[in-house]
């Protein structure tokens, strides 16, 4: 099959269409003929050779897709040649086929494009995890959603407004517009404000319940500092650095704070399955009537795939970029 190769490490130039084995399905894994994937800030690293797949995981990047199914695994029962798929991959989405077990793949609701439906699988599974199963986000609590324009950013705004909770951002102001018109009730440039006093400001000084955070050291103490009683921390990337020499930390003492990390290509089979259905059972329906959308970028033909990854990493885009194969 064709599929996009990592000659060497390195950068967006290494990346090539190729040739590669295709994968067989398992027992309980479906093979879907891919016919679009999307970027993640992980699939940069994994280029850059800082980023290994998990073993025994496709060594292609790509960590979802939406495509048809062409084949089943012996014990498969859920689908049949012909039904359009989307899913989480723990690799091997930028390939004409990807294999997925039978209860990973979601179906694709009739209004959503291959391109629409492979914008949610990483994201909104990444923010459904974060604000529901780890931080238990109850309807009328703030959060603050850092980066609210990125791909995950867009998914859990969308997300927290539908649990009805009130949603603030930062982001580069540019992405402002975008952030309000999902539900963010307020945008704060990160660039030329200070969010911590802003966010207080709006909050009457209460603060937040939950903050979900992308950018870690640099924003670890304002971000303890603006948390309420017991509030929810959730660090899912550090992309603004891991050092921190002068941290105050008693807030998380006296204001009874938790601080959870967690990743998701890494977690078990089972625990992947387990939050796929439950997050189809809270958005699947509100996919279908447009409730919730899939916020798409820029739509890159696969043979592009270098550009893809060099626009990823000018922090320019707002929502997903995806790649279309074919
Ligand atoms: N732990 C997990 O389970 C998990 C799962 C999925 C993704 N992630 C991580 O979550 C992060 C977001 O992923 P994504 O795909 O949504 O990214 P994305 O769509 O590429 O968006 C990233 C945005 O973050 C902002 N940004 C970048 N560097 C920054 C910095 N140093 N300080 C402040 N803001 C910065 C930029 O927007 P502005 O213009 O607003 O600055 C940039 O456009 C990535 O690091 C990714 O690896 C983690």
Redesign the pocket.
């Known amino acids: 099959m064709k599929a996009i190769l990592l000659k060497e490490p390195g950068g967006p130039e290494m990346l090539t269409l190729g040739e590669h084995r295709p994968p067989q399905p398992a027992g309980n894994e479906i093979l879907v003929k891919v016919h679009a994937t999307a970027?993640?800030?992980?699939d940069?690293?994994q280029r850059e050779g800082k980023y290994p797949p998990p073993a025994g995981e496709s060594e292609i990047l790509g960590?979802e897709m939406a495509g048809e199914v062409v084949e089943s695994g012996l014990e498969v029962e859920k689908w049949k040649p012909g039904n359009r798929v989307c899913g989480l991959l723990a690799g091997g989405g930028y390939a004409e086929y990807a294999v997925i077990h039978e209860d990973m793949a979601l179906p694709i609701p009739d209004n959503l494009s291959f391109e629409e439906a492979t914008a949610i699988p990483?994201?909104f599974?990444?923010a459904f995890?974060?604000l529901h199963s780890l931080a238990h986000l109850q309807a009328r609590e703030k959060v603050l959603i850092?980066?609210?324009?990125?791909?995950?950013?867009?998914?859990a705004i969308q997300i927290a407004k539908m649990s009805d909770a009130t949603v603030f951002v930062?982001?580069?102001a540019?992405?402002h517009d975008l952030c309000r018109e999902l539900g963010a009730s307020f945008a704060v440039d990160?660039?030329t404000r200070d969010f911590e006093k802003e966010i207080l400001q709006q909050t009457y000084s209460q603060g937040v319940n939950v903050i979900l955070d992308?950018?870690?050291a640099?924003?670890l103490q304002k971000n303890l500092n603006l948390l309420s009683m017991d509030g929810r921390l959730v660090?899912?990337?550090?992309?603004?650095?891991i050092h921190t020499d002068d941290l105050q930390i008693s807030n998380i003492l006296r204001k009874r704070l938790q601080i959870i990390?967690?990743?998701?290509?890494n977690r078990s089979l089972e625990y992947k399955i387990a939050l796929t259905r439950d997050f189809r059972l809270f958005a699947w329906d509100a996919f279908a009537i447009g409730k919730l959308k899939p916020v798409i970028?820029t739509i890159f033909d696969w043979q592009e795939v270098a550009e893809a990854h060099r626009y990823?990493e000018?922090?320019?885009?707002?929502?997903?970029?995806i790649l279309k194969v074919n």
């Open positions: 970027l993640n800030r992980a940069i690293l960590l990483e994201v599974l990444t995890q974060a850092h980066s609210g324009a990125s791909g995950v950013g867009t998914a930062t982001a580069s540019s992405k990160y660039h992308f950018v870690g640099p924003y660090m899912l990337s550090m992309m603004g650095g990390g967690s990743t998701l290509r970028d990823m000018s922090n320019q885009s707002k929502g997903k970029i």
